[in-house]
């Protein structure tokens, strides 16, 4: 849906990422992208692959 602001397992921020990996992934290999945030754990590295932006998607169904 939306990116969580901090890992849900740990608690690091992770938000702050969100865009410059949506921007590099592009471009770079997705290992590369993440290495040079300093996300180490596999937890917060799982936080922004595993995310998917349905927000503009689930707010066309919100109750008027
Ligand atoms: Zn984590």
Redesign the pocket.
């Known amino acids: 849906m939306i990116i969580p602001i901090r890992?849900m397992?740990?608690?690091?921020p992770v938000a702050q990422f969100w865009e410059d990996f949506c921007e590099k992934k592009k471009t770079t290999d997705v290992k590369k992208v993440l290495d040079s945030f300093k996300l180490d754990?596999a937890?917060?590295r799982t936080?922004l692959m595993g995310n998917v932006d349905l927000i503009d998607i689930a707010a066309r169904f919100k109750k008027a």
Do not use: E
């Open positions: 890992c397992s740990c608690g690091k754990r937890c917060c936080a």
